[in-house]
């Protein structure tokens, strides 16, 4: 294959995304959908593979509130024992179709988002927000986190699956995408209008439904309440979209970027499954008070699968509210980082106009030729966890991606084309 043939390919892959169709279709429990949660004490994780003992704080911490969750442990001494000996299988949740945000724990019984992308057939899957404060995916795992996992098991996920019965055909997230951008949404640090408009979408439906009606009045404040809810639905989207697209095994576009606290990981779509890894970066930012950079915890999350998609970081400029807090400066800077963003994409996605950007495209397609030939390393907005388990988010920022993954990336694909 030629250098003209990349180029062919990749856009075949750009057009499997603009072409894309996700639709949010239901919320089950986790083992209804990924067939390996039913294999005996199966956690999956963010990132790509990793093992316990290899773990930062907040993901050791979110698998012994996993462990709790589903019973597997009475307290943190034996859950931890039964981690660290062997008795439970850590599995990425990119290798059986699902994302995860910050530490990705997802087991068994947790409600997940099921999203179909209906132009290729494929679905994909991941956990739901669970607000603020102390929350499992940062690595707090006592008695208020676990009770609200349970809350979101009994109640909040077959309360939004019998909304989504009732609406019949499911959501369609392009639609949802395209308005929130309009809005001031990144989707990666700022989903305040995409989960506004989930929750004007969802609300009439959940009044609907055969519930107890106290019930209904909790999930829908709730979704009142939880700012950054549709994340999670972008992530699964943003997973969905990108998988379709990889079914071109030609190519350089980036298909997915993840991190698992170790390791950061890339996949491009002409190395098919293909990990690509290099050692993660600690992100830099604003600290809520009593907290400093000396607190925060290395890179971590498969969130980074929005950037992938040409959001969060990739859209900064769309998003100019929330520069500050991920202490990236004003609106020149996140014009600026969108604008250099650009240099390393391929095209803009016709779909998503910004008004900010005197409506161009959202970001289309990272190659990682571009990324290597030019040395500009994508720009992640994230949030920030502390280093010791159950404290929290202690602030939010950006990290970059390390360019060894993509140096490693190209050099396989080379050799693969046998032009080395």
């Not at 599995?91 to 530490?103: D, E, L, S, T, Y």
């Not at 999203?115 to 995916?137: D, F, K, P, Q, T």
């Not at 989930?198 to 019930?215: C, G, H, T, W, Y």
């Amino acid at each position: 294959m030629n250098y003209k043939n990349i180029d062919e390919a990749n856009r075949a892959v750009l057009d499997k995304i603009v072409g894309s169709q996700p639709f949010l279709v239901d919320v089950v429990p986790a083992k209804s959908v990924i067939k390996e949660l039913n294999e005996g004490k199966v956690i999956l994780h963010a990132g790509p593979p990793i093992q316990w003992d290899d773990m930062t704080g907040p993901m050791q911490g979110s698998c012994v509130g996993a462990a709790l969750f589903e019973g597997w442990a009475d307290n943190e001494d034996d859950a931890r024992n039964m981690l660290a000996n062997g008795e439970v299988e850590f599995i990425p949740c990119h290798h059986v179709n699902a994302v995860g945000p910050m530490g990705g724990i997802t087991s068994a019984n947790f409600p997940v988002f099921v999203v179909e992308n209906r132009s290729e057939g494929n679905e994909a899957y991941c956990i739901m927000n669970e607000g603020i404060g102390a929350v499992l995916r940062f690595g707090a795992f006592n008695e208020e986190v676990i009770n609200r996992l349970n809350w979101m098991k009994d109640v909040l996920g077959p309360a939004l699956s019998k909304a989504l019965k009732i609406k019949g055909d499911g959501l369609n997230l392009n639609v949802m995408i395209a308005k929130a951008i309009t809005m001031g949404d990144e989707f990666h640090q700022r989903n305040i209008a995409a989960s506004l408009i989930f929750l004007k979408e969802v609300a009439p439906l959940i009044v609907q439904s055969d519930m107890d009606e106290k019930d209904k009045q909790d999930v829908i404040q709730f979704l009142a309440d939880t700012d950054q809810f549709f994340l999670n639905v972008m992530m699964a989207a943003s997973k969905a979209v990108m998988d379709g697209a990889r079914k071109i095994q030609d190519g350089t576009v980036v298909t997915a970027m993840c991190r698992n606290g170790k390791d950061f990981g890339i996949r491009i779509s002409g190395m098919g499954d293909q990990w690509f890894t290099a050692p993660v970066n600690t992100p830099q930012g604003l600290f809520f008070t009593g907290y400093s950079q000396e607190d925060a915890n290395t890179d971590i999350g498969d969130s980074a699968i929005t950037e992938t998609i040409g959001v969060g970081g990739f859209a900064m400029i769309a998003a100019p509210g929330v520069t500050r807090f991920v202490g990236a400066g004003g609106f020149d800077d996140a014009l600026k980082t969108s604008n250099e963003m650009l240099e390393i994409c391929i095209d803009q996605n016709p779909n998503w106009a910004i008004p900010t950007w005197d409506f161009q495209g959202a970001c289309l397609g990272i190659d990682a030729r571009k990324v290597v030939e030019t040395g500009i390393e994508p720009v992640i907005n994230t949030g920030i966890a502390h280093k010791q388990p159950g404290v929290g988010q202690i602030g939010a920022g950006t990290v970059r991606a390390p360019l060894a993954c993509f140096e490693k990336a190209i050099e396989a694909y080379a050799e693969k084309l046998g032009l080395i």
